[in-house]
């Protein structure tokens, strides 16, 4: 019998896919998990046919101990009665070497001395006179955090507590990513004696909360104030480690040791190799191999040893799930400048330690030029999936703060270092992910820089995310279009939105999808208008959307960019909507002029009404035989046309275009957001055709 395949939107995908060339050598080969017990068995053959491994391993995963000659080779899993398949791959002989050290290597060159966390005791005074912007504004970090003082237990699993779960998550981040982190990096860099003493005094508060409790990250309270605790405590514990008495020391490492095992059990009895779409479970790898190496000599050094090969082995083969070969980040951009950062420290003290970097994987590599084209410094929204909306004050230290950071300092491209220098000159303190902000210099040489889109254009096909600008060197004068269809589907922070587009002039969102979080993520708001089809720029057939939540609801993308100033994209959609038999969107996007045409080729077995739909941030306007939006960065007029007559509706209520009157309004209040809707008489083909006509007031007044 065959393996079953993909079956959860949380599954991995299978790697190297059939016929791929791949980028690392020795490449990791990982397949979905079959149900079932015993152990897989992996065997790969050379060009000529012979054996070159036949081994067997309990994980979905299998990583070679050396480098592969370059050429082809097949592999197959098996397990018990049952087969993959052979698949082919090829090792090209410019793949970037990967061969992530042992946990074994790794302790034993670990030093006795402290600090050891990322930074070494010879190398803090040239850090702090390469870092003097940065520790500058540690210091007005630092300024708050004494005037704020220390936070209260959170109590927030009890009715009648002093917080809700909400503002808990405010607080513990405030205390500890922000407060915490700058104290202990001050007392670090500076030798600022009150720096010191606040982050010795928040470890040793922290300690003093049930790890079993409202602070655990496995507990049934939510896991948000745990998650801090155990990416931040590490650093703090090793770099105030000389201020701590001997019983101090003990107390705090048995205390971070509940902690470790806690993530060790949600990533090893959660099944994270095989099921690893679950976010929050995706930050865990880094700090549990962060404990490890602040805790060893703390702790007996074989439960040390466990939880590092499990952060080497996950890092070393299936992470990051949601990152594609190309840079994208299924999510969209909010999610990923949060997620390319949590494992950052581990990455820096593995690299502090034995030279090797995890960052030469090509995602690492390319994920600047997402950013590049996705969260471009001063764009109001940021498509797709949750986070889209973001400002400063509702989630600070996001899109807020620099997303591009050591990416584009260590793999460009110049335009990416560009906007990270811009987006690091507006920050006046720092709010989240403060442990990567000063950067020891690699050990190791870099891969070569290399580009897999352009200034003007990029898709990242594993990610199925599409990006496409009039002129993104300046934003104030460009004009740009985001797509996705993602072979992801619908889980998780992704929307039921396959299809979806947006288009922002000047940074300012004139089409963007629709909704927020409300107040918290999963309000009702959330759910039922905000992940679903019905808040994208999307169309619903009978009033039905997308699946959410589905591994099914997929979409994928032809491309051909850039062709004499025309590039044209291609999103095919049958899998995100089953009822029909043809279902493609096609956008034809002008890079010089900024013109956008958006035509829907639908085909169903029987009659359907579709329901065309666009969302804006201001109201819509008539304008002859179309509409037009008008926003202080420019004006765009558009018009669409379909098989006769549509029946025309707008407002700025979440309602479903059903004539409901039920209004879905999310918790925490918002401009209001504009919905339009075009619902097309039923019929079994339909060409629905849309044309933009963007004008950006800045391009009239100076050409790009």
Known sequence: MKFIGRHTGNTVFPSPEPGEAVGLN??????????????????????????????ETERNVFRFPAKLPAGRYRWNVRRGADERGEWAFTVSPDAVEFLPPSAEELLAALPAERPRHIYFPEELASLAAAHPVQLAILERNVKLALEEGFMRYPDFWRAGGRTDYRSALDEVRRFLDRNTAACALLWLFRRERRAGEYARRALLTVCEWNPAGA????????DEVGLSIVRILPAVFDWVY??????ERRWAAETLRQHARQVYGLLTEGDYFGEPGNSHSGRLPGYLGELALVLHGEIPEEECRRWLACALDLYGSIFPHYGGR???????????????????????????????SFLVKPFFRHVAEFFLHFAVPGMECHPFGDGHWPTESEWPGFQAQNPFGIYAERFGPELARRFS??????????????LDVIRPEPRAPLPPESRVGTDRSYVSHDAGLASLHTCLACPERDIAVFARASRYGTPSHQHADQGDFALLIGGQAFLAPSGSFGYQFGEPHHRIWTQQTVAANCFLIDGEGQKKNSPEATGWMETELEREDVSRIVMHLEEA??????????LIFNHRTGALTVTDEIRAAKPVAPDWRLHSYVAPEPDGAGFRIVRPAGILRFEVRGPGEAVYSAGNRYCYPNGAAEETVPCREREPQWHMNWRFAPAKEFVIEAVFHPDCNQRRKEEC
């Open 242 to 247: 000389e201020l701590l008495s001997p019983q």
């Open 215 to 222: 602070c655990s990250v496995a507990g049934p309270w939510g």
């Open 577 to 586: 909507y089953p009822m029909l038999e043809r279902c493609t969107r096609t």
């Open 421 to 434: 220098a811009r987006c690091d000159a507006a920050i006046e303190r720092y709010e989240l992910h403060l």
């Open 326 to 356: 190309d840079g994208g980040w299924a999510e969209g951009p909010f999610y990923a400048s949060s997620y390319t950062k949590w494992y950052l420290p581990f990455f820096l003290a593995v690299e502090r330690i034995s030279g090797f």
């Open 26 to 55: 020795p490449p990791p080969l990982q397949w979905v998990p079959e149900p079932g017990s015993g152990p897989y068995r992996v065997t790969v053959t050379g060009a000529d046919g012979g054996t070159l491994f036949d081994v």
